[in-house]
T-cell receptor, first 113, second 115 residues
């Protein structure tokens, strides 16, 4: 089975901290994605990457950056955490082409206090 | 651009009831269509998919048919169980309004099944 592993299930950080969320996939997928999920808003795409060192902004990139130095790893960085970034963060990966759909990680619930 | 509209929840059913969750989409071209399920405290799992018109996706007793004429992909199950309680997301990819590898999601429908 394809595995997408997110490093933490629950995380509590203080306002202003720099936060790293890590995601690793083990199936050699080209594409990787970061979403946040909030009640009533569904899933919103933050950033995605279709190749190593390549990245594109999604719908809500403000306050976030990403890093993809290796094919299997895609990191989401909150440069200076704020309380409005308290959310569930979901990482996903896919083969090239939307035909295949995504495989998701279990999510990281981040609370910024 | 591409968009997906799902019926708003929450949906509450008794065990063994018939389930329909409506999903319609807006996209040009020939998108692939998906249903994802999210159980409490977990990430999303692919439930079923269809890649061309009139295809029927099925899994775990759930079915959905890709209807291009009505731009719909409604999810159905003949007899729900308590264990089906979850949030269900309809999604599409490959429409010409979006990139080929990007999924566009509906907002999700919460289903609660009571014993």
């Amino acid at each position: 089975d394809v595995k997408v592993t997110q490093s933490s299930r629950y995380l509590v950080k203080r306002t202003g901290e720099k936060v790293f969320l890590e995601c690793v996939q083990d199936m050699d997928h080209e594409n990787m994605f970061w979403y946040r999920q909030d009640p009533g808003l569904g899933l919103r795409l933050i950033y995605f990457s279709y190749d190593v060192k390549m990245k594109e902004k999604g719908d809500i990139p403000e306050g976030y950056s990403v890093s993809r130095e290796k094919k299997e790893r895609f990191s989401l960085i909150l440069e200076s955490a704020s309380t409005n970034q308290t959310s569930m963060y979901l990482c996903a990966s896919s083969l090239s082409g939307g035909f295949y759909g995504y495989t998701f990680g279990s999510g990281t619930r981040l609370t910024v206090v | 651009g591409d968009s997906v509209t799902q019926m708003e929840g929450p949906v509450t059913l008794s065990e063994e009831a018939f389930l329909t969750i409506n999903c319609t989409y807006t996209a040009t071209g020939y998108p692939s269509l998906f249903w994802y399920v999210q159980y409490p405290g977990e990430g999303l799992q692919l439930l079923l998919k269809a890649t061309k018109a009139d295809d029927k996706g099925s899994n775990k007793g759930f079915e959905a048919t890709y209807r291009k004429e009505t731009t719909s992909f409604h999810l159905e199950k003949g007899s729900v169980q308590v264990s089906d309680s979850a949030v269900y997301f309809c999604a599409l990819s490959g429409g010409s309004g979006g990139s080929n590898y990007k999924l566009t999601f509906g907002k999700g429908t919460l289903l609660t099944v009571n014993p």
